[in-house]
């Protein structure tokens, strides 16, 4: 059976010093070998297609004097001397009578037969044309009796002289010699240094490196107190993966410190699991009781017609009054828990339209004026067109319910203000009521079903405790906000809507 190598056993690593030395060193060798390959290979053709120019400039540059008959000036003196010394080329200038006009050599006699062999190809084993022209030939030519090489221009000038110039390539050779000489001697000494200089230089650049790899090696073990200390001066690259590091060994450390807590709250949300049953109890007994007087009254006064204790007309009409109007609230209260069942489910469909928002209000103020004049209650409302994004019937529902409750619990000098607030695209709006604020231990309370904080004034006005649980509930299908709060005269209740 074949035995299965472990997935973390440690694998062996190169170090990343000498991996990074071992790169600058195998650039260095490399360019050097590349240069000595060059100069071997092409620097003599340089040189020589350089002297080739050079052989052509000064041809015309005497060919430009002579036609101005400036050979014999002082200007062309200097001119020659620094291009034969220069250049390292022999010239000589002679009349058609083979007279020597300028001769850059003493030995003008060996150089004239010079001039002879090359005119008539004589004493040459190799000669190569490299250019040729009407007034000059350039050639390439291997002279056997001097076993020595050379470049030689020869040709007629504007007045009518003849004009030898040549150049040694032996001289071109042995300066091709030295400069590879050099260029050796040069590289080995670049070879030492860079040797040095690249362990030193990748020594700089992997050590925060080998620092940031332990770092991530301690982090892996969810150890999070190993931290970067990254320069201030000449940063770079690894100094911001440092810093970044840093940053993420911070995030990982606040994220577990996240987790440990959702673990808490998780926790804690399977024990309030266990006490839906409770809460689901709870709510059959408020539904219960809510019910219960109702139906007491309605069983009693309907017994009682049933047994005429009160045969006048007045008496039955009150009776049959008491079981209308507890048969209603009844009916309105189980209205409302219909309503707030299928918000909580999400089976309510939210229609997201665009309407005016005043129009609305005034519409739900409007019909509220019979309240508002029974209970001697000021109403003020800006009225300015404002145009939001809801369900209009929804909110209809959040705004009856804000202005029943605050018409309800109007006291003092019973005002009543709905206001407006533009928070960039979002709108908040107000319902305020003057009376006594709501005590601060029962403020979060006032969502809940069936809670009451007066419950004898909530039934005073035949109120159930619902109203404030099925706006919070549309302000969660809309995913806005709502919310309460008291002031010194009074309590505001307020919701917020995206704003058209």
């Given amino acids: 059976m074949k035995k299965i190598s472990s997935g973390n056993q440690k694998k062996r690593t190169i170090p990343l010093t000498a991996e990074i030395a071992a790169i600058i060193i195998s650039l260095v ?42 050979l014999d000036s002082n200007e062309f003196q200097v001119q020659f001397d620094n291009l034969c010394a220069n250049s390292n080329i022999t010239i000589m200038i002679i009349s058609p009578n083979q007279t020597i006009i300028r001769s850059s050599v003493n030995d003008t006699y060996q150089m004239l037969l010079d001039f002879r062999d090359i005119i008539f190809n004589k004493n040459a084993s190799r000669t190569v044309i490299l250019s040729q022209e009407d007034n000059y030939v350039m050639q390439r030519r291997t002279d056997d009796r001097l076993q020595a090489e050379y470049l030689v221009l020869y040709g007629i000038l504007s007045d009518g002289n003849l004009i030898l110039m040549r150049s040694a390539l032996e001289s071109i050779r042995g300066s091709v010699s030295i400069s590879n000489q050099f260029l050796l001697y040069v590289g080995a000494a670049v070879m030492l240094v ?29 150890d999070f107190e190993a931290k970067f200390c990254p320069r201030k001066k000449h940063r770079n690259e690894i100094d911001e993966l440092g810093e970044h590091m840093n940053g993420l060994s911070n995030t990982l450390e606040e994220t577990i410190s996240e987790l440990k807590s959702a673990n808490n709250e998780l926790q804690i949300d399977i024990e309030k699991k266990i006490q839906i049953d409770e809460m689901r109890k709870e709510f059959l007994s408020n539904v219960s009781h809510e019910l219960k007087t109702p139906l007491a009254l309605i069983q009693g006064y309907a017994e009682g017609l049933k047994e005429c204790i009160h045969e006048d007309a007045e008496s039955r009409d009150f009776y049959c009054e008491v079981i209308m109007d507890e048969a209603d609230r009844m009916n309105r209260m189980v209205k409302k828990l219909l309503t707030l069942n299928q918000l909580e489910f999400g089976n309510e469909a939210v229609s ?39 369900d209009e019937f929804m909110v209809e529902e959040v705004v009856t319910n804000y202005l029943s409750n605050a018409i309800h619990y109007a006291q003092n000098e019973k005002k009543i203000i709905i206001s407006y607030t533009l928070q960039e695209k979002k709108v908040r709006v107000s319902v305020f009521n003057t009376g006594d604020p709501i005590p601060e231990e029962e403020i979060d309370n006032v969502w809940i079903k069936f809670y009451k904080v007066d419950k004898a004034r909530t039934r005073e006005y035949g109120g159930s405790g619902i109203g404030l649980s099925i706006v919070k509930a549309v302000m969660e299908t809309h995913h806005q906000q709502c919310g309460v709060m008291n002031h010194s005269d009074g309590v505001e209740f307020y919701f917020e809507l995206d704003a058209g």
Avoid at 197 to 211: D, N
Avoid at 361 to 371: F, N, Y
Avoid at 374 to 386: C, H, K, P
Wanted: a negative charge; proline letters at 1%.
């Fill in 29 to 70: 060798v490399g360019t050097l070998l590349l240069c000595w390959f060059l100069n071997t290979a092409f620097l003599e053709r340089y040189y020589v297609l350089n002297q080739q120019n050079t052989l052509l400039r000064g041809f015309k540059g005497i060919d430009t004097a002579s036609a101005q008959n400036s």
């Fill in 194 to 222: 860079s040797i040095f200089v690249a362990f030193a230089a990748s020594k700089r650049i992997t050590t925060p490196i080998v620092e940031l790899t332990d770092i991530s090696k301690r982090m892996t073990e969810l």
């Fill in 352 to 390: 997201m339209e665009r309407f005016n928002l005043t129009e609305l209000i005034c519409g739900v103020v409007h019909a509220s004026d019979i309240l508002l004049t029974q209970n001697g209650i000021e109403l003020t409302f800006e009225e300015s067109d404002l145009y939001v994004w809801a």
